[in-house]
């Protein structure tokens, strides 16, 4: 394999080996290509502006740079702007590692040679690049060899790599679409590694659900610090993407003044429930309920409970939806079934037969610790919180906010997020 640092500074000869200047940097095209093609070298020659070769008119790149046409034959390469310069754009620089899921930076980049062209086929992000940058890895490796070990390589796949380019718009939302499509705790995790002006750039591209999704996952003064550089009005529309439970948290955390502006550019529904739950005690039942939970009205039958559920919105909010809840026309729970005896319930059955109509429920002003105590005593994924005068359901608090109590913040997210909230 053949590295740019094996390429960058030598003498470039034409046809006849004659000198033609210095290889500055080598530009590569069509990105989205798990090989993307070298397309041009850009030279210098003694201080004078940057010319550009095609890579069609380069017989060789190692181990010297020979062109196929004499220098009087030489056909400038002009660029479009689509292309890549690796030295330039790339090598010491943040990319992320898609596949290990991790911010590295570029130490030196792969180049090998695909039937007559030069493509890009990955990056080494490991001391071995920066070894033979400096020129000393063969007297390394011939070291190590003689203590009966081995020089690691640390090579990335091209088509494993999203090059974070904040000058670069166009290039970086090609690594914004690699990069969402990772888990939102890995992306939050990435935007906490990257430098502060590329997460920036990063984060504006960034789709409101996907942004939401990563914010969920991140440490409170990550989230913070994400909200604090978006526009007001793409604050509050990535707020409306978040759980309730989840934006009142983020929200209970910054100033009072950003806190209300906020909330008044939220769409009056959404600003409604998260004020609903600001108003609790931190450590309560309704302040770590979500008001989004499965339900359905009294008095269905099984199957037509699961086609009531299908067009639900309340249910859609739902992520995981362990237990499905029955309320009647003000709210008043009258039953909760789990979603596993609605599935297998005879579809004609009436849904009272399944459900259990005494579930055990808590006050919103209930104590997070004793919430804690009673899921785990009794077995539960999600227990309801319903108001002590009316009966009405509030919302539900889940496993996975119960514990928050017994484990700590930094902890909790770090562990499956099995369930909704």
Known sequence: MLYLSQVQGRKVWDAWSRPVGRCADILVGNLEQPFPPVVALALKDHGAPAQFISAEQVSELFPSIVLKVPKENIRPYTPRGDELPLAGRVLDRQIVDTEGRRVVRVNDLQIMRVEDRFCLSGVDVGGRGLLRRLGVERPVHALVRRLHRRLPESIIPWEDVAPLQHEDPLRLRISREKISKLPAA??????????????????????????????????????????????????????????????????????????????????????????????????????????EFAWVPTGLRAAEALEYLRNSPDAQDDEVMPYVYILDGERRLRGVVSLRDLVMAPPDQPLAQRADESPLTVAPLTSQEDVAYLMAKYDLLAVPVVDSQTNEMLGIVTVDDAIDTVLPTAWKKRLPRLYGG
């Open 186 to 291: 890995d992306i939050a995790a990435i935007l906490n590694d990257l430098d502060r002006r590329t997460s920036h750039a990063l984060l504006a591209q960034f789709d409101d659900e996907t942004l939401a999704d990563a914010l969920e996952e991140s440490p409170p003064e990550v989230q913070a610090a994400m909200l604090s550089h978006l526009t007001p009005e793409r604050a509050a529309d990535v707020l409306e993407e978040m759980g309730p439970d989840e934006a009142a948290d983020l929200l209970a955390d910054l100033p009072a003044e950003a806190s209300a502006r906020l909330l008044e550019l939220m769409e009056d529904e959404d600003a409604e429930d998260v004020q609903a739950l600001l108003g609790y005690p931190e450590d309560s039942a309704g302040g770590i309920m979500t008001t």
